[in-house]
């Protein structure tokens, strides 16, 4: 199973950008990489994923090196509603139900 | 589409009892899989199915047990509660193996 390591915790103001890098030296060439938002009493919620380079979607950029033993999440423009707790993990596309979540980021957002 | 669904909502219980927590999805999602996350944690793998009649061991299956007879039905069975199975119980389904998975709102459960 690939480990990933987050940092605990990121602060922030509202209109700026956030980036959160995963860790995952040990990722395997069938993994790819999902991130979860998850706000308090709720089930995560899937934000990005992707395999390689880059990805973006309406909410979230994702940035994953050529050797892909670490991903960014971008959060573009922070709003006070993007205050939660954000999962990185890496799953094997080959063998499913072989996931591990992290700790998390929990991300504050202040006026 | 309702999404993915838990029954109850909370549920407090005696330690020695027994229980079901109920997860259903309408999305004919072949990948199911429960969650626990204990306060201030991230979640931690229980048991997961990847079609009716499949199921294995996740990270942490003591003491749960999982069945699936129907593509929408997949419910985790607390055989002999104690106090340290409480926490927030989460299902999950996905359609794919890369790991894009739904959610459920989650099940509150305390054991005294």
């Known amino acids: 199973l690939a480990k990933t390591t987050q940092p605990i915790s990121m602060d922030s103001y509202e209109g700026q950008e956030v980036n959160i890098t995963c860790s995952h030296n040990?990722?395997?060439?069938?993994?790819?990489i999902t991130w979860y938002q998850q706000f308090p009493s709720q089930g995560p919620r899937f934000i990005i994923q992707g395999y390689k380079t880059k990805v973006t979607n309406e909410v979230a950029s994702l940035f994953i090196p050529a050797d892909r033993k670490s991903s960014t999440l971008s959060l573009p423009r922070v709003s006070l509603s993007d205050t939660a707790v954000y999962y990185c993990l890496v799953g094997d596309g080959g063998s499913w139900g072989k996931f591990q979540f992290g700790a998390g980021t929990q991300v504050v957002v202040t006026p | 589409n309702a999404g993915v669904t838990q029954t109850p909502k909370f549920q407090v219980l005696k330690t020695g009892q027994s229980m079901t927590l109920q997860c259903a999805q309408d999305?004919?999602?072949?990948?199911m899989s429960w969650y626990r996350q204990d306060p201030g944690m991230g979640l931690r793998l229980i048991h997961y199915s990847v079609g009716a009649g499949i199921t294995d061991q996740g990270e942490v299956p003591n003491g749960y047990n999982v069945s699936r007879s129907t593509t929408e039905d997949f419910p985790l069975r607390l055989l002999s509660a104690a106090p340290s199975q409480t926490s927030v119980y989460f299902c999950?389904?996905?359609?794919?193996?890369?790991?894009?998975?739904?959610f459920g709102p989650g099940t509150r459960l305390t054991v005294t």
């Open positions: 040990n990722i395997a060439t069938n993994d790819y």
């Open positions: 999305m004919n999602h072949e990948y």
């Open positions: 999950a389904s996905s359609y794919s193996r890369r790991g894009e998975q739904y």
